[in-house]
């Protein structure tokens, strides 16, 4: 024995034994005035999944399906956040708009080519989420439009994404759909703009 050092027993490991993983404090079904925190993605509990820049978009396709997310946070070194790419941004028209000014294939399109930069990702304060309730948080996804809403805090002077609000989520646990496409308005306004006076 070694300056009080002392070995512990060893016990054979038991049939049926898992793999430990974090404990979402994530809520399975909620409604519209409970804690907004109870429908937050907490990186407190749950890792996030990120994707570097240089990866091609069918590989971050690839992975969103098979972590069965919609978004990854895009980050060089895993630690310094370069900004998010969403399954819209896949899917939607950013490939299309990059391949019109960039000649080439879909196949050589990189994630930092169409990915949303840090500086243009609207963020909320994680002090703020804990004053509000779902609603808000679904009421401010259909103000801004979003389908995501990052969450950050302040830790020893350092911004860092605490947290991710998924509207596909959120309708999953209030066990509604939310509707953020303002087509609806658009059309009014136009057929309002185009009447005779």
């Not at 020893?156 to 609000?165: A, L, T």
Request: with cysteine.
């Amino acid at each position: 024995m070694l300056h009080g050092y002392h070995s512990i027993d060893f016990n054979p490991m038991r049939r049926g034994t898992k793999v430990y993983q974090s404990i979402s404090m994530r809520a399975s079904s909620i409604d519209m005035d409970e804690p907004a925190i109870m429908a937050m993605t907490d990186f407190k509990y749950i890792k996030p999944f990120t994707i570097e820049p240089g990866a091609f978009i069918e590989f971050a396709n690839q992975k969103m399906i098979l972590c069965g997310v919609r978004m990854l946070i895009v980050s060089q070194d895993g630690e310094n956040v370069l900004g998010l790419v969403t399954s819209e941004d896949l899917i939607g028209e950013k490939p299309v708009k990059y391949l019109q000014e960039h000649p080439g294939s879909r196949k050589d399109i990189l994630v930092a080519d169409i990915m949303t930069r840090w500086e243009n990702i609207d963020t909320v304060l994680l002090n703020e989420v804990s004053d509000v309730c779902v609603g808000d948080i679904v009421e401010t996804m259909k103000q801004g439009q979003k389908h995501h809403i990052v969450v950050v805090d302040n830790i020893y002077g350092k911004s860092v994404i605490r947290g991710i609000f998924s509207k596909t989520q959120i309708a999953r646990q209030v066990g509604e759909e939310i509707e953020l496409d303002n087509r609806a308005n658009n059309f009014m306004e136009l057929e309002m703009a185009l009447s005779p006076i």
